[in-house]
C-alpha cells in the first residue's frame, strides 16, 4: 500500500506542475470553503484542503464498510428506540456530564409528553481506519459514528474528480479511470425527501439548522441544491432564529418565519458551544414538534461515546438486533477494544492499565466534531488527574488502531508544498427513514477519505487538521 505512487513521488517537478492543475481544478469542480476571515461571506472563498493524490484502500475493507453500513443504520434506530436502554447506558455520564445530561432531559420531557414526530430520519457516518499493528493482515476497525451533522458528503462528491484530473496530468489515465463515483449528496437527499414526502404537507420547507459561522456552507449547498432540484424549498436558520420566530401549532406542527418545517436537519447542536439558554430552548421547541428531525435527540444520544463504548459488551447486540445474527456478526467485526471507565472495580483497573501504558489507547470524551480525542502523555495527565473521581465516567477508553502511512501531499492554501506521512480514516454515509415501526428506506449513501499528516493525532477537515482525499482500490 506505501509503494502505490512511488513512480510518481520521485519526480518532483511534475508533481509540482500536477499541483497547480488540481487546485485550478478543485476550485472549478467546487471543492469549496469560505476563509476564515469572513466565514460568512462569498465574495472570496478558497479550496478544500485535499490531497494531491488519491490513497490506496484495499478493496475487501472498502467493500466490508459498505456492506455494514445498513446493519449499522438498522442498530442506531433500533437504539433510539430503546429508552431503557439509553436510560441504563447514560446514567453513569448524565451525573457528571453537564451537556450530555441537558439533552437527555430534553430527551425525557418528550416522552413524558408524547412524540409528535411520526417519521424518523437517520443520516449517520460510521468512521473506520485500518489496523495493521497486528501481525494479522490490516482489519477495519470503526473509529466512531456520527449521528449528528455528518459533514463532507457534499463536497465528497466532487474530489474524485479533482483526482482523476491529477492523475491523467501525471500520465496516469487507467488509474484516473479506476476511480470509483461517489455522490453522498444525493444520497442525504433522497433520504431527506423521502421524509419530507413521508411528512405529507407540499408547501412545507426543509429547514437547515446552521452554525453562526458557515465556512463550510458550501458542502450544505451540495445537499440543499439537490433539494431545490426536487422542487423542495429549503431555508436555512439558527437557532436564535427559532427561538425568536417559532413556534407550535395546536397539532405541535412546527412554523419558523410563518413558514411550516417539514424536516429540520441539524449541521450544528452537537457541543455545548453551540448552545446558550436560548439556544436550548429553541432545541426543546424543536424537539416537542411533528417536525421530522435529522436527528431527532435520542438519535443523537445512540451516537454517544458511552452508547459506542456499551455496544462492544457481550450480548448487548443481540438484545437490540433479534433475530439478526448475521447484522451483530458484521458489526462485531469493526469493533476496535472498547472499556468503561465507570466507577468501580472494572474502572479502576482500565485506568490504571491506561496510565501505565498510555500510548496504547485513546481516551474519548462525549463529544462530536474532532479535537477532543486524548492521546499519550496527555491522556496520562488526564487519567491520573480523574482516576479517583467520577467524573472519569463522562470519558471512555479505546484501544489506539495502528494504521500503515503512506507518503502524500496535503494541498492548503498558502502552505508550501511538501511531502508528509500520512494516514487516512474512511467514513461510509448511511440513511435510514421510518415512519412509525416501517423501516421505509435503509442504504449506504456515499464515502468520505480524509487523511492527515502522522503528527496530528486527532481532528478532521473542519478542524482545519485532516484533508479530503479519494480512495483509490487495491
Given at each position: 500500500m506505501a509503494g502505490l505512487w512511488d513512480e510518481v513521488l520521485r519526480d518532483e517537478a511534475a508533481l509540482r506542475q500536477a499541483a497547480v492543475v488540481a487546485v485550478d481544478a478543485a476550485l472549478l469542480e467546487g471543492v469549496?470553503?469560505?476563509?476564515?476571515?469572513?466565514?460568512?461571506?462569498?465574495?472570496?472563498?478558497?479550496?478544500?484542503?485535499?490531497?494531491?493524490?488519491?490513497?490506496?484502500?484495499?478493496?475487501?475493507?472498502?467493500?466490508?464498510?459498505?456492506?455494514?453500513?445498513?446493519?449499522?443504520n438498522l442498530l442506531v434506530d433500533a437504539i433510539s428506540r430503546d429508552k431503557e436502554f439509553l436510560e441504563r447506558t447514560l446514567a453513569s455520564t448524565i451525573k457528571v456530564d453537564d451537556f450530555t445530561a441537558r439533552l437527555f432531559r430534553i430527551h425525557q420531557q418528550v416522552l413524558e409528553?408524547?412524540?409528535?414526530?411520526?417519521?424518523?430520519?437517520?443520516?449517520?457516518?460510521?468512521?473506520?481506519?485500518?489496523?495493521?499493528?497486528?501481525?494479522?493482515?490490516?482489519?477495519?476497525?470503526?473509529?466512531?459514528?456520527?449521528?449528528?451533522?455528518?459533514?463532507?458528503?457534499?463536497?465528497?462528491?466532487?474530489?474524485?474528480?479533482?483526482?482523476?484530473?491529477?492523475?491523467?496530468?501525471?500520465?496516469?489515465?487507467?488509474?484516473?479511470?479506476?476511480?470509483l463515483p461517489n455522490n453522498p449528496a444525493r444520497g442525504l437527499a433522497v433520504g431527506i425527501a423521502k421524509a419530507w414526502e413521508l411528512y405529507g404537507s407540499p408547501s412545507a420547507v426543509v429547514m437547515f439548522l446552521v452554525e453562526k459561522a458557515q465556512r463550510n456552507i458550501f458542502d450544505q449547498r451540495c445537499v440543499e441544491n439537490e433539494l431545490w432540484d426536487r422542487n423542495i424549498r429549503v431555508i436555512r436558520r439558527r437557532f436564535r432564529d427559532v427561538f425568536e420566530q417559532g413556534s407550535l401549532d395546536g397539532t405541535r406542527r412546527l412554523y419558523v418565519d410563518g413558514q411550516e418545517v417539514a424536516v429540520v436537519y441539524y449541521r450544528e447542536g452537537y457541543v455545548p458551544s453551540n448552545y446558550d439558554q436560548q439556544n436550548w430552548e429553541a432545541r426543546l421547541l424543536l424537539e416537542r414538534s411533528r417536525a421530522v428531525k435529522c436527528p431527532d435527540i435520542a438519535t443523537q444520544l445512540a451516537g454517544t461515546k458511552k452508547v459506542q463504548q456499551e455496544l462492544s459488551r457481550p450480548g448487548t447486540l443481540e438484545k437490540l438486533l433479534p433475530g439478526h445474527a448475521d447484522a451483530v456478526r458484521r458489526i462485531r467485526a469493526t469493533f476496535a477494544g472498547l472499556y468503561s471507565l465507570d466507577v468501580g472495580e472494572e474502572g479502576d483497573r482500565i485506568a490504571a492499565t491506561a496510565i501505565a501504558s498510555p500510548e496504547q489507547f485513546v481516551l474519548k470524551p462525549q463529544r462530536e466534531g474532532g479535537g477532543n480525542n486524548l492521546y499519550g502523555e496527555e491522556l496520562r495527565q488526564v487519567l491520573e488527574r480523574i482516576k479517583d473521581s467520577p467524573e472519569r465516567t463522562s470519558y471512555i477508553l479505546m484501544d489506539k488502531i495502528q494504521p500503515q502511512p503512506a507518503v502524500n501531499y496535503l494541498l492548503r492554501a498558502r502552505s508550501p508544498l511538501k511531502a508528509s506521512e500520512c494516514i487516512s480514516e474512511l467514513g461510509i454515509f448511511g440513511v435510514y427513514v421510518r415512519q412509525g415501526t416501517e423501516l421505509v428506506l435503509n442504504e449506504a449513501a456515499g464515502h468520505l477519505l480524509r487523511t492527515k499528516a502522522v503528527e496530528h493525532a486527532d481532528g478532521g477537515v473542519a478542524a482545519g487538521v485532516a484533508v479530503l482525499d479519494t480512495p483509490y482500490l487495491v
Open positions: 469549496l470553503m469560505r476563509t476564515d476571515a469572513e466565514p460568512n461571506a462569498s465574495e472570496v472563498v478558497s479550496y478544500a484542503p485535499f490531497t494531491l493524490l488519491p490513497s490506496a484502500v484495499p478493496r475487501a475493507l472498502f467493500e466490508q464498510a459498505y456492506a455494514v453500513q445498513q446493519d449499522f409528553e408524547g412524540l409528535a414526530q411520526s417519521v424518523f430520519l437517520g443520516i449517520n457516518r460510521s468512521d473506520y481506519m485500518l489496523d495493521c499493528g497486528a501481525a494479522s493482515p490490516p482489519a477495519l476497525k470503526q473509529i466512531e459514528i456520527n449521528t449528528i451533522a455528518a459533514s463532507f458528503g457534499g463536497l465528497a462528491s466532487r474530489t474524485a474528480a479533482v483526482h482523476g484530473r491529477v492523475l491523467r496530468v501525471l500520465g496516469k489515465p487507467e488509474e484516473a479511470a479506476r476511480l
